[in-house]
């Protein structure tokens, strides 16, 4: 066995012929953290120190500046010369019936669109595009992955472009029209002429907000920014209090069993496991509520010739169109936070054309709020926008005895007292009614909620009664949808009136897709 090294041996150091070489990235953060250290105390940052083998050290050491500079914007012009090759190589057409894009050097695909299953038109504008006047075009199928994306076309193209695919969507069979809204502007005859013009563009939209030149002022529903920021921190109070639920429950079985030894030291241990779970638990609420709050300011909804328009964003501005006919179910909510200020949000159920993985993310799940938060005014007007077709006789039962309710003469079918423990809360409100427009659900009293399902867009309803509901004579219905935040269920319905419900709610539903003929709105609005 080899003697052990006397106390005081010398440590092997790194300089010599062959220093041992960190990664590139370790050597290059070290150099930033030294250099912000020599901004203030200059005598304890000593690059050398550290930096034996650094890379850059031996750049500068063999005067090869010129050359790895030559390499890296060698590097850079390889990398933009292949996204140039990869946006050139795209190629879109869109005919009467499809919108096709072609991609691809090496593996070249193809993809098409249906115009007649056409769920929308997205026009995203991440901030490195805005400042250059771009935006990424994206064309909402119905089915799993069925989404086109063009990417990048100038704003102004892609506004074009999506007004003819929604005008080809909507039944018009005319070729190309002038865009409404202002006259047409002949874009610069150079190539420097219209890199200034988007740039000037893309500018002025960051200042001002985009896309609503062909929108009537008048009719578009704004969030005042107090508002939308006092809801969502009222929401990250939420958040806080959960995960302050679960700091004080790791606390409860932390701190006895640090204390248990009598050890005077044993505070420290406390305060370290505090900070550890703590410090993150606030990281995570504020990054929470940023997010929304940054995803939903400057948003604004406005109707269009060929739909509703949401605009929402901050720094990646996110434009969608949603045409007549493709709304499936719209809830309106109230937190109990909430209600002392009379606030409310709007949420849709639509196709989204993505991967169940990719509508479980925040970012898509943002497509389904249509008003993020609003005074019974902006959701009256919303739902107007959102739900043309829903009669005025209907809308007592939205408000009134729906999201207010119940009233007095309750017309909706409710849960049964034989049942209340199913909702021992919220059982005098659990229930739902059903019109010639839609079937509404209504729920809860600590968080309030309104559903309503147009009948015409109805994808299935069944009901349900397991071996207890037999013993009490009730059962639950529930109304298929597409995939969405809202879910459309009541329990503890008295058995005889389900049946009934059931009977009526299939006629209706029948009655009401003959009718509908939205989905083909510019068809539907010259009577053929």
Known sequence: MAPDAPPHAPVQGRAGPHPRRGPLLNNFRDRIIFGFIGLFAPEEAHVGDYGGGDPVDWVFANNLILVALLIVLGVLAVLIIGF????????????????????????????RAPLDRVQGVNLTRPFPARLIGMAKLEVVGAGTDANVALEYLSTSKAEAVRSDILRLASGARAARHARQGGPQIPAPATMRGQLVGSMNTGVTDLIGGVDLSDVEPESVVRIPTGRLVGSMLLAGVLWFFFFL????????????????????????????????????????????????????????????????????????????????????????????????????????????????????????QQFNVVLPVGKRADVERVLGLILPDLPAEDMPLVWEHGILGPQQNDPYRVLQPRAWWRRPVSWKRHGFTVTDFGLIFRRGVVWRKLAVFPLARLQGISSDQGPIDRMQRVGGLTAHSVTGPINGDVVGIDSAELNTALDEIVRRAASAANRDHSHRWAEASNGS
């Open 84 to 111: 140039w090759m990869v946006w050139r190589f795209q190629q879109f057409r869109i005919s009467d019936e499809h919108v096709e894009v072609r991609k691809g050097i090496v593996f070249r695909s193809h993809r």
């Open 245 to 364: 639920a679960i700091f004080a429950v790791g606390l409860a079985f932390a701190v006895p069993a640090i204390l248990a030894d009598g050890d005077p030291d044993a505070w420290i241990g406390v305060v370290a496991i505090v900070l550890g779970m703590g410090v993150p638990f606030i990281i995570a609420t504020v990054a929470i509520t940023w997010g929304q709050i940054s995803k939903s300011l400057r948003y604004s909804i406005a109707p269009t010739s060929d739909g509703v328009r949401i605009t929402f964003g901050l720094f990646t501005t996110i434009t969608e169109t949603i045409p007549p006919g493709r709304i499936f179910g719209v809830e309106v909510s109230q937190p109990f936070l909430w209600r002392p200020f009379g606030w409310w949000t709007i949420k849709i159920n639509r196709m989204s054309g993505k991967s169940m993985s990719a509508q479980q993310s925040s970012s898509a």
